[in-house]
């Protein structure tokens, strides 16, 4: 009775504590994804870059997230989740401190490679643990605010170019970059493995440790187990057997991997292709770089109410239907973001934009991990991250190629609604709601 003791288990300060330091390595990501937006106007003045080129930057970042998701997410089915998260989140951190030494346009694609991988190896390992602790009455809660900590990240990264960037160079936003490297050896001491995971490797008395040591920290009166696993358990250590990637097309998981592929590239293609682009088209409407920053930094502060308004609807409406309506309100803001005429209309329209389309990502990240069972759990929701790369790889670079081709901002923000309407669409129509069900049961 390992997992009924598990969900039994109140909502307290080991819950809070485990968001917290998944948390934090989503703000850390986040704020470094931030910074090469930021740093890309700087470098193309100081190096001459091209669209086409700034656009590269942007993409071979997504080119390492892609592999890293995939990678990541195959070997924490198999070595674990904690291990994963710690080694991509070292990973990424040394990387972007190398960025800081680059001393051309070739050097720096290198170095952003690397930072990619690390960071796509984290971002579904870490959802992936959090939602196999968090009790189903607040899973989807919980996930969505873990989530919300990529916004504060994006803070982060705004608050740096905006005070740093412009007296002391594009470098010293890399540097700070460097922190989460010691982040990573609190993970180590601080984050149990998950009980699930355990269970599904025949490490049952790990399990029951952990559970002992949350029953002890949560001041619930501990009982003795049965010698015996109950069926659930059984289920959840031999639900799929031989478990791969061709598991991921076999029935039931077949339709839910195509609805979260397609839900994934739209998201990715069209985060990617506006956010890395943005403080270069803000730019382009006749800002300075300094009020580029502040523009911004006001749209970015518009996410995190988006967070949390999914957070509290994933609960009340689900899964399917909240990501679903953001994703149309995105693509309804991105129209006309691209049409603004002013730079009060422009801002507004960017906050709406970010709103919705940062509750989005909330929710997908709540929900991918629920629709597969523990022992493909993370596979899963690593190869549906690495194929929404594909679009992260995509967009910057096209964006860049439209507008050295002369098209303007307008068709490239058409492109992108009409994007989030498709996807919108597709996640309604196939979707799988989820909605305060055990992870056991869906």
Not at 132 to 148: H, M, N, Q, T
Not at 242 to 266: E, N, S, V
Request: aromatic residues 14%.
């Amino acid at each position: 009775m390992i997992l009924e003791r598990l969900e039994k288990l109140p909502v307290g300060s080991f819950h809070y504590k485990l968001l917290a330091i998944t948390g934090l390595g989503w703000l850390f990501d986040s704020m470094d994804t931030g910074l090469i937006s930021f740093v890309l106007p700087v470098l193309a003045k100081e190096w001459g870059l091209d669209p086409g080129q700034m656009g590269m930057i942007g993409s071979i970042g997504l080119i390492g997230m892609a592999l890293g998701a995939v990678i990541s997410g195959t070997i924490a089915d198999r070595i674990g989740r904690k291990m994963v998260f710690t080694i991509t989140v070292l990973l990424y951190s040394l990387a972007t401190g190398m960025c800081a030494l680059s001393w051309n346009y070739e050097s720096l694609m290198v170095f952003r490679f690397l930072v990619g991988f690390g960071l796509g190896g984290e971002l579904p390992v870490a959802a992936t643990l959090m939602s196999e602790y968090a009790p189903s009455k607040v899973r989807g809660r919980f996930i969505v605010l873990l989530e919300s900590f990529w916004g504060l990240g994006w803070l982060v990264a705004a608050c740096i170019a905006y005070l740093l960037i412009p007296h002391y160079g594009w470098q010293i936003a890399f540097v700070i970059g460097t922190l989460p490297a010691l982040y990573a050896f609190v993970i180590r001491m601080k984050m149990p493995e998950s009980v699930r995971y355990l269970i599904s490797q025949s490490k049952v008395e790990e399990a029951k440790k952990v559970i002992l040591m949350l029953e002890e920290k949560l001041n619930v009166k501990s009982e003795p187990f049965d010698s015996d696993l109950s069926e659930e358990e059984k289920g959840t250590s031999s639900a799929v057997e031989a478990p791969g990637f061709a598991t991921l097309w076999a029935k039931p998981y077949a339709r839910r991997t195509i609805m979260l592929w397609l839900a994934w590239f739209g998201i990715v293609f069209s985060y990617y292709g506006i956010f890395m682009w943005l403080p270069s088209i803000v730019f382009k409407q006749g800002f300075e770089v300094v009020k580029t920053f502040e523009y911004v930094m006001i749209m970015t502060l518009a996410q995190l109410p988006g967070y949390y308004a999914a957070a509290w609807l994933v609960d009340v409406i689900g899964r399917k239907y909240t990501l679903s309506l953001f994703l149309m309100m995105s693509g309804v803001a991105s129209y006309f973001f691209g049409s603004a005429g002013s730079p009060e209309t422009l801002l507004a329209w960017g906050a709406t934009m970010s709103f919705f389309n940062l509750g989005a990502w909330g929710v997908i990240y709540t929900y991918t991990p629920e629709l597969y069972p523990t022992a493909i759990r993370a596979l899963g929701s690593g190869w549906a991250a690495g194929f929404g790369r594909i679009g992260g790889m995509t967009a910057p670079a096209l964006v860049g190629v439209m507008l050295a081709a002369g098209m303007g901002i307008n068709t490239v923000f058409m492109m992108f609604a009409a994007v989030f309407i498709i996807v919108s669409a597709v996640v309604l129509t196939i979707g799988v709601e989820t909605r305060q069900k055990k992870l056991e049961e869906i």
